[in-house]
């Protein structure tokens, strides 16, 4: 059993997944429009370009997303994508590259009692992230 986030957008999806794509070094395996969509589902016109789903693969792991539908987008809150690297470089780089632009940073990349190097902020499209680099046990 694996556990992949899905993320929610606000018609940024297909932006959102090509800079995770270009930060964490992952692969778009699947993105599929709405217009692209099988069935006989009706959506207003300006859905027809944001995306129903998305596939991020990254590593072994999987990141998976969409535009919300019309009226169903709510702003996340209550979770943060949490990404353990294994190198101070590889956090440094993560956060630099995810967090450009960000929307608010809850705790800038530093050390902590637990970890070389931690850190929280909510990026430009609003996905709360942790990047999290622990400390040798």
């Not at 059993?1 to 930060?23: D, H, T």
């Not at 990254?58 to 702003?75: C, E, H, L, T, W």
């Not at 990404?83 to 530093?110: C, F, H, I, R, W």
């Amino acid at each position: 059993m694996k556990i992949n986030p899905y993320l929610f957008f606000n018609g940024q999806c297909e932006e959102a997944i090509k800079f995770y794509a270009r930060v964490l070094g992952g692969k778009i395996e699947m993105m599929v429009p709405y217009k692209d969509m099988p069935g006989d589902e009706k959506f207003p016109a300006e859905f027809a370009h944001h995306i129903m789903h998305a596939r991020l693969s990254i590593g072994d792991q999987v990141i998976m997303a969409s535009d919300a539908g019309p009226g169903r987008y709510n702003k996340p809150q209550g979770f943060d994508v949490s990404l353990n690297v294994d190198t101070v470089e590889e956090a440094e780089q993560v956060y630099k590259g995810l967090s450009e632009g960000a929307q608010s940073v809850g705790m800038p990349l530093g050390e902590t009692f637990w970890a070389q190097r931690f850190g929280s902020f909510v990026d430009k499209f609003g996905t709360n992230w942790m990047i999290n680099c622990q400390k040798p046990v």
